[in-house]
């Protein structure tokens, strides 16, 4: 690294920002043959396309301007910088929205180099660039550009980036596998529910859901929120708010945020619901997320979720069982909150075997899901593994430590280590 010199984004090339030619204009939109690029083309590291184009009059009419091909695109603001920032080499001419900026380098320094260097300082980036307090987050530019990157001679540049991109390739093919594995996790989940509960309904009765079971709905009284405690005592009940289904084991209810005593419960009119109740989102974009939860105890909950109360004919274990393969969007009821009450639950049937048929059967699901978690777990652990390899890899690139030498990826896992 001794003739590396380091310099600051904006010394790097030409920066450009774009802008939004008029929607009233059909003349700037139809039939255009220009690319305009905006966050919702940024995904892949190199772009092929953009999926909106826009005419030369647009270019000549509005202060959007074509940015030479082999440019590097940045996204600045976007409810996507909350998490991350999307660079890509844009190796065609492109004009830009004004949530875009993009680079056009000078010659001693590769487009890919700035854009591998960008995604290394992702973290660092948005911990200082980052504006807070705005609506939609954003990127604070002259921040950015004061954001000093290692510049090697250009042959350098691009041995570096050619070693970078085989060892990430490689890494991108294990996350893609492991994906694939995760999917067919759930189909595997999928086919195991349908095979059982299949089975079932073609040997016993099949009843429907609210002959067997009863909603208890969840509240949240006038006055709740100043009589919550934040730590449970002997006289309270956990009371749960939809969040709190996004802990625990992926089966029951685990520790509270919040508790209510039960004099106050009784005050305010909230029920305290019995333990063994299946918990489900029953408002809003929570039904995406398909959770159902058993409670391992008496508690409350707020309006936004639902409960089913197993009548003494149906098992607890047995009810989340057959809740579990339910997709909970499919059955809500399609309005712009989408929701899920009384006339849903109505519709839902399950087969109804003797006890000790539900006991078998939730036993030979429990061993299923038992070892499908740890499946899972593995798979967590070795994408997460792979990130960590990732940012190490760009770590070593950006400080001179790819080589090419077969020893450098032993030097990296000793880094990750």
Avoid at 310 to 336: C, K, M, T, V
């Amino acid at each position: 690294m001794t003739n590396w010199k380091v310099e600051p984004l904006r010394a790097l090339g030409a920066w450009h920002g774009g802008g939004t030619p008029s929607k009233s204009r059909a003349d700037f939109w139809e039939g255009g043959d220009v690319p305009w690029l905006s966050p919702k083309d940024m995904g892949a590291d190199v772009l092929f396309s953009t999926r909106d184009h826009i005419t030369a009059a647009a270019v000549l009419g509005s202060s959007t301007r074509v940015v030479k091909p082999a440019s590097v695109a940045v996204v600045v603001r976007s409810g996507i910088l909350e998490r991350k920032i999307p660079v890509a080499l844009v190796p065609f001419a492109t004009t830009l929205n004004q949530d875009m900026k993009a680079i056009e380098c000078r010659p001693d320094v590769d487009p890919r180099w700035v854009a591998w260097g960008l995604r290394a300082s992702e973290r660092e980036l948005l911990r200082t660039a980052r504006k807070a307090g705005t609506t939609v987050a954003s990127l604070e530019w002259s921040r950015v550009l004061d954001w000093r990157l290692p510049i090697p001679p250009l042959d350098e540049q691009r041995a570096i980036v050619d070693i970078l991109e085989d060892h990430l390739s490689r890494l991108d093919a294990a996350d893609a596998y492991l994906e694939t594995v995760t999917s067919r996790l759930e189909s595997l989940r999928i086919a195991r529910w349908r095979s059982a509960f299949g089975g079932l309904a073609g040997s016993w009765v099949v009843r429907p859901l609210l002959e067997v079971a009863t909603i208890e709905n969840g509240q949240t009284p006038r006055g709740l929120a100043g009589a919550l405690l934040n730590d449970p005592s002997t006289e309270s009940v956990p009371f749960y708010k939809v969040g709190d289904m996004n802990t625990g084991d992926g089966q029951t209810m685990s520790g509270a945020r919040f508790h209510v005593t039960r004099s106050t419960a009784g005050s305010l009119g909230l029920h305290i619901r019995p333990e063994g109740c299946v918990l489900i989102p029953k408002r809003g974009g929570a039904i995406g997320t398909n959770k159902k939860r058993l409670l391992s105890t008496e508690a409350a909950f707020d309006l936004n979720m639902m409960g089913l109360r197993p009548s003494s004919e149906i098992r607890q274990r047995y009810l989340w069982h057959w809740f579990d393969g339910i997709d909970l969007g499919a059955i809500a009821d399609g309005s712009n909150v989408p929701q899920i009450n009384a006339p849903q639950m109505r519709r839902l049937s399950l087969p109804v075997p003797p006890l000790d048929v539900q006991d078998a059967t939730c036993n030979e699901l429990d061993v299923f899901i038992s070892q499908r978690r740890a499946a899972g777990v593995e798979v967590r652990q070795s994408r997460k593994r792979a990130a960590t390899l990732r940012a190490t890899l760009l770590a070593a690139a950006f400080s001179g430590r790819l080589t090419g030498r077969t020893s450098d990826m032993d030097r990296v896992e000793e880094l990750v280590s």
